[in-house]
């Protein structure tokens, strides 16, 4: 029985990490939101096992919220603004997807060196969890570098936060309030960006942040 | 007498500190008209003053949630002051944008809601006795800045907004993963649940917490709380959103929410302290502190921008301030804090005249700067003394404690306090070329008056002043027992 709970466990944080793989390949808008749903399930069903595994009911609402909100409402929501806003064709990348890719598999590789060797005294479920966790948060990270589009970089920020809500349940006992404000924060960010990204369509006529580096500070 | 008042009350100091501007923020949302919505924000922001500086007489137990020591009370009569100061200056200078039409009546109800949000934000993350209590408070100063920093809806200050905003998120998100780190270290030791996140458990048994967990947490929270402070590999932001936002949440920004997130910091650095085998705290913040300093002094002779000017300015002050608490120690301590506190007074007074002085041009630009002492002698006048003070020339207070952090170096390190030393003099070097520039010489431009108000100028540099020449007794000694918690 434990390996077993141990090794769905490892297969839905590893999965999670493919998927952030996914996100980095995507070049098309709607694939993009497609992959960040299919990320946001993943999270969903994994936030679940640990709710299940730690008897901790709490963690089903984190679930539920991660559920409703990454994989179906925001999605949505930005599937609405790509069409309304005419941008679904091509995303450009940095440095091409292979380097991308490979920039990927070396920070996945870092966050297992660092993560498994800082905690070899925790528990295995939790050890390995924030491993994944941390390989998450640094992919989503490379991703906002890498992206130009404004809505590229919003994806690649809210797959970061999920890989905080991972290393979070994966945390056992770790306090609500935290969870539910990360799953708040997010909502309030997406407000935020929402607001931001009227304001640069009305201004701008694009959601290129290319456009906006234009206008960058010191003007002569 | 009126201590006995004060303990009898049916809610303690501690939560009207919190209360007042979360009620403010509400009732302000709500209000319309600038005359009574500025003052009602004047007079919120000094009850709140008020209530800070009961905490220095009451100071109650820590709970669960919220405590006051002799650390974080610093902070808090220090944010509240400088949030007064600047409720008042606001007031003038929102009226000059009315005016002119920069703001609308919606974007003033907006911005003073804010303002009182942004209040409450500091003082709870301050006041905050758990450190994921402390997390959600940064986020939601961070959160509330960059809506102000936006106001204005221009091409800057879009640009800027959404660029504080990427920088300050991805900042938030990796002090959140140090500070579940930090969850996990604790767990084992004090045991699942509430009392691992909360700060005096935490801090009573950092001993036995499981020091490479530690490191990694710190290493996580130091990147992360240092976005917000601007230190400078994760400075960008800074300079941008100083420059294209309101000049009071320039004020705001450099004066208190970076003291808040070095507050942060200061925490954890006294938790890593706190385990032998951790990893040593100071010698890397140190590092970054010398690092920013001597990158911010060199950007300042590129400057156009009178307010980015200013941006970097505080760059290379936090720099400092990090450097001090990273060497430690009593006297570097002590250093750091008075250095602080000097930083937070000076530059707000500074950003209070830019504010009036770029209303009066109409523009930020210092080439079209020229002749202030003699087109505008009171603001022309107030800026060399603002600058004379912020570049550390004597008698002023940043000279008395840059004196400090360079003795209390010199004594340990004397290489580093080489660096130290050539990063003031570039800094100062640089402040003084460019305010000889804009304070003499003959004035040309526009010639615009302004309704400014003058006390908050004055109020901060008199106390800059005073204290660069008599520090009082009861304070030095306050903050020298402050300096030997910080270790």
């Known amino acids: ?220 | 007498m009126s201590l006995e008042l004060l303990r009898n009350l049916p809610f303690d100091n501690v939560t009207a500190v919190l209360v007042i501007p979360g009620v403010a923020a509400l009732l302000l949302a709500a209000l319309p008209g600038y005359r009574l919505t500025a003052f009602l924000n004047v007079a919120a922001t000094l009850a709140t003053l008020v209530a800070a500086l009961t905490l220095l007489l009451v100071r109650p137990e820590p709970g669960p949630y919220l405590i006051v020591d002799d650390l974080n009370i610093v902070f808090v009569v220090l944010g509240t002051f400088v949030g007064f100061t600047t409720s008042a200056f606001s007031a003038s200078y929102i009226g000059h944008e009315i005016e002119i039409g920069r703001l609308t009546p919606a974007n003033l109800r907006f911005y003073h809601a804010m303002y009182q949000a942004l209040m409450f934000a500091m003082n709870l993350a301050l006041l905050a006795n758990n450190i994921g209590l402390m997390w959600v408070a940064i986020e939601l100063a961070t959160l509330t800045t960059v809506l102000m920093v936006g106001i204005y809806r221009t091409h800057e200050a879009l640009e800027a907004a959404w660029k504080y905003f990427i920088l300050g998120s991805v900042g938030i998100a990796l002090a959140l993963f140090g500070t579940i780190l930090v969850y996990m270290a604790a767990r084992p030791v004090i045991g699942e649940g509430q009392d691992a996140m909360v700060w005096t458990a935490l801090i009573a048994r950092a001993k036995e917490f499981d020091a490479r967990l530690l490191t990694v947490a710190f290493i996580f929270l130091m990147l992360g709380y240092g976005t917000k402070v601007g230190l400078a590999p994760v400075h960008a932001w800074l300079p941008d959103a100083h420059a294209e936002g309101p000049t009071p949440i320039s004020a705001v920004l450099s004066g208190l929410l970076l003291n808040v997130a070095l507050y942060a910091l200061l925490r954890f650095k006294m938790l890593l302290a706190a385990n032998p085998d951790a990893i040593a705290p100071g010698p890397l913040m140190a590092t970054l502190g010398l690092v920013s300093l001597l990158f911010a002094s060199f950007m300042l002779y590129r400057r156009r921008d009178i307010k980015r000017m200013f941006a970097y300015s505080s760059i290379e002050h936090m720099g400092i301030i990090v450097f001090a608490f990273g060497m430690g120690g009593p006297l570097a301590n002590f250093a750091g804090l008075l250095h602080m506190t000097m930083h937070s007074l000076t530059k707000s007074a500074i950003f209070f005249t830019v504010g009036h002085i770029a209303q009066a041009k109409g523009t930020q630009k210092i080439a079209e700067i020229r002749g202030l002492t003699e087109s505008h002698p009171v603001l022309g006048w107030s800026l060399v003394v603002g600058v004379a003070a912020i570049a550390g020339f004597p008698p002023l207070g940043i000279f008395m404690s840059e004196f400090l952090v360079v003795t209390s170096t010199f004594a340990r390190e004397p290489l580093l306090a080489v660096l130290l030393v050539m990063g003031l003099l570039v800094a100062a070097g640089a402040l003084v070329l460019r305010v000889t520039d804009m304070a003499f010489g003959e004035p040309t431009g526009k010639m615009g008056l302004v309704e400014a108000s003058y006390l908050p100028i004055f109020a901060h540099l008199a106390l800059v002043l005073a204290s660069g020449i008599y520090l009082p007794g009861p304070l030095v000694a306050w903050f020298q027992n402050v300096a030997r918690l910080l270790g």
């Open chain 1, 1 to 220: 029985m434990d390996r077993f709970v141990l090794d769905v466990a490892h297969m839905l944080a590893g999965g999670l990490v493919l998927v952030s793989f996914m996100l980095l390949y995507q070049d098309r808008m709607f694939g993009l939101l497609n992959a960040f749903s299919l990320h946001a399930v993943v999270l969903s069903l994994s936030v679940a096992w640990q709710a299940y595994v730690q008897g901790a009911p709490h963690l089903y609402v984190t679930a539920a919220i991660a559920l409703a909100l990454k994989a179906i409402i925001i999605p949505l929501a930005l599937h609405r603004l790509v069409v309304k806003l005419g941008i679904h064709r091509t995303i450009e990348t940095v440095g091409g997807i292979g380097l991308t890719m490979l920039a990927g598999i070396g920070l996945v590789a870092l966050s297992m060196v660092v993560m498994l060797r800082a905690t070899a005294a925790a528990d295995p479920l939790a050890r390995e969890d924030l491993a994944f966790a941390l390989a998450v948060v640094l992919l989503g990270l490379l991703m906002m570098v890498t992206r130009r589009n404004a809505v590229s970089q919003i994806i690649g920020f809210m797959s970061l936060e999920n890989g905080l809500i991972l290393a979070a349940t994966g945390a056992k006992g770790m306090p609500l309030v935290v969870e539910i404000s990360v799953a708040f924060s997010v909502l309030v960010a997406f407000i935020v960006i929402g607001v931001f990204l009227f304001r640069i369509r009305e201004r701008f006529d694009t959601v290129d942040v290319q456009a906006l580096d234009e206008f960058r500070g010191e003007r002569r």
